[in-house]
């Protein structure tokens, strides 16, 4: 079963700085996922990527499958974007079935 | 479309007690499964569905069953209720699993087990 490992767990930033959250996994992967879950509680569906690069707004998602890592960039970051982020992989190479990182939750200070 | 719909929002049962939580989506897919978040660990699968008729277990299936008699539902029931099933469930689904395609959530359950 693959072991996925999120940091940091928490992290507090000012407004403007550039964030990063990282995420590792133990065992090769088809795509991995990053999500984001609202101070509300709804989780939405931000990357799914399987190599290189993707990058949405001031959002970017890298990957690196050698090294089983995988990396969450915001750009100039704005207080709406405090929330839990959250990296999702499959639990073996080619299951259906998800494990999930517990996350790392972001504060953005104005 | 409402995307994927999840009732009760909240919900408060007495050890003992069943009860079923009810996804729904409009979205025409194939994958549904059902999570269960608690505080301090990741989301945790509990059952999944890759089509009408088709379910699995996924990491935590003890004491929940479900069924996919449609492509569009996909509730799980609680037989038995027991305190350490309070938790956040969440439901989600995607067109035809989750090797290649984004996950759609519900807004998820409160559920609490007295």
């Known amino acids: 079963k693959n072991e996925v490992e999120q940091s940091p767990q928490n992290l507090t930033a000012q407004e403007g700085e550039f964030i990063t959250i990282n995420c590792s996994y133990s065992v090769g992967i088809s795509a991995l996922h990053w999500l984001q879950q609202h101070p509300g509680g709804g989780i939405v569906s931000l990357f799914m990527l399987s190599s290189g690069k993707k990058k949405h707004g001031r959002l970017i998602a890298t990957i690196n499958i050698q090294e089983k890592h995988s990396s969450l960039h915001i750009t100039a970051s704005h207080p709406r974007d405090s929330a839990v982020y959250i990296c999702?992989?499959?639990?073996?190479?080619?299951?259906?079935?998800?494990?999930f990182g517990k996350g790392t939750k972001l504060t953005v200070n104005p | 479309n409402a995307g994927v719909t999840q009732t009760p929002k909240f919900q408060v049962l007495k050890t003992g007690q069943s009860m079923t939580l009810q996804c729904a989506q409009d979205?025409?897919?194939?994958?549904m499964s059902w999570y269960r978040q608690d505080p301090g660990m990741g989301l945790r699968l509990i059952h999944y569905s890759v089509g009408a008729g088709i379910t699995d277990q996924g990491e935590v299936p003890n004491g929940y069953n479900v069924s996919r008699s449609t492509t569009e539902d996909f509730p799980l029931r609680l037989l038995s209720a027991a305190p350490s099933q309070t938790s956040v469930y969440f439901c989600a689904s995607s067109r035809t699993g989750t090797r290649n395609q984004p996950q759609h959530f519900g807004d998820g359950t409160r559920l609490s087990i007295l």
């Open positions: 979205m025409n897919h194939e994958y």
């Open positions: 999702a992989v499959p639990s073996q190479g080619g299951s259906e079935k998800l494990v």
